[in-house]
């Protein structure tokens, strides 16, 4: 409630009501996706593509929390809710093991260890833990050879690159882009090559106005255009650190400190202790793999057409995006492709 709601509202974009209908609406989006193959059975096809969206929450035993709290946690996020004991270190240490493992489980395998040692502590009274995991083959098998990349540090490699034929073409001041498409088109990894470099690309996007930016950008490759063929590097990339800094940074430092989360319990004062992330993307010649987790740790005070080319040999961004709602799912900067997970 009050500055701690008003912060967080203007980070994320947008009031509760509105974050809380749309991330309700994206989780049955992805729950669909691949349901039409699905029910095809065609044997010779790729398989279905399968997308997922979830929340969990832990709670410690005995710890009040209001009815409403519980009530909306089901109503707009889907959560389970579970106890767990965080005062004394053993089970405090099981409840962490049981954290990961369920984010573990939910992201295909890929996202493990979202809780490192010692992130929870006596403290703690709360974990909430979102957890986002895409697969899906492309419409097309790529070609697989080798080729350079100039790395964002300026150093010239080869590496395992992938060829096909993209889907879409967009161009403006800041970028040129397209797509690939996966079996069934209900996802798609738009592949964005900058005019000048990251900053200059995400400043763009961060000014651009409704309808503009990276919007255009992904409905800009459903409108027709020229044939393209693609080159982009193999990717097996992973990246994790706490966003704790990045969003006191914008904004948001209510939360952490002097915060007011009366509307989830009036039995104690509440505070981010931190918020940690996870990703992990991985792109070959007969798919995408994507997945990625964040924890909020919440504690007592004392979280034959004209052809264009695309060839990626040097720093690129690529979303993975729902393609129906254009929502962006999983959104990275490819600096060095050997920098594997």
């Known amino acids: 409630a009050g500055g701690t709601r008003t912060q967080m509202e203007e980070v994320l974009g947008a009031p509760m009501d509105e974050l809380a209908a749309a991330a309700n609406t994206l989780a049955q989006l992805l729950a669909q996706v691949g349901d039409a193959e ?4 065609d044997e010779e096809a790729p398989e279905p593509a399968r997308a997922s969206l979830v929340n969990g929450t832990w709670i410690q035993e005995g710890f009040e929390v209001e009815e409403s709290f519980l ?15 965080f005062i004394e270190d053993q089970p405090r240490e099981k409840a962490r093991e049981r954290i990961n493992d369920w984010a573990e489980e939910r992201t295909g395998g890929l996202i493990e260890e979202l ?3 010692d992130m929870l502590t006596a403290t703690t009274r709360l974990v909430l833990v979102n957890a986002l995991h895409l697969k899906a083959a492309w419409s097309d098998t790529l070609s697989t050879s080798t080729g350079p990349f100039t790395t964002a540090a300026g150093e010239e490699l080869e590496v395992d690159m992938l060829s096909g034929d993209g889907t879409g073409w967009y161009e403006d001041a800041l970028c040129r882009a397209t797509s690939l498409t996966t079996y069934g088109g209900d996802l798609r990894l738009a592949l964005v090559q900058p005019v000048d470099d990251l ?9 651009a106005g409704s309808g503009e930016g990276l919007a255009a950008l992904l409905a800009g490759l459903d409108e027709p255009g020229p044939a393209v063929r693609l080159t982009v590097p193999a990717l097996d990339v992973g990246w994790d650190d706490s966003l704790k800094d990045v969003l006191e940074g914008m904004g948001m430092t209510a939360p952490f400190s002097g915060a007011d989360f009366s509307g989830v319990t009036k039995a104690a004062d509440l505070e981010i202790q931190d918020v940690v992330q996870k990703a992990v993307l991985t792109i070959d010649e007969e798919g995408m793999e994507a997945a990625a987790a964040t924890a909020v740790v919440v504690g007592e005070s004392s979280a034959p057409l004209e052809e264009e080319e695309l060839v990626l040999d040097a720093p690129f961004a690529l979303v993975a995006y729902h393609h129906s709602s254009r929502a962006p799912l999983v959104v990275g900067w490819i600096g060095d492709p050997t920098q594997t997970r």
């Open 38 to 41: 699905r029910e095809e059975a």
């Open 71 to 85: 009530e909306d946690l089901a109503t707009w996020f889907g959560s389970g809710v579970f106890e767990a004991d």
């Open 115 to 117: 809780l490192a040692e």
């Open 199 to 207: 900053d200059a690309l995400l400043d763009g996007w961060a000014s």
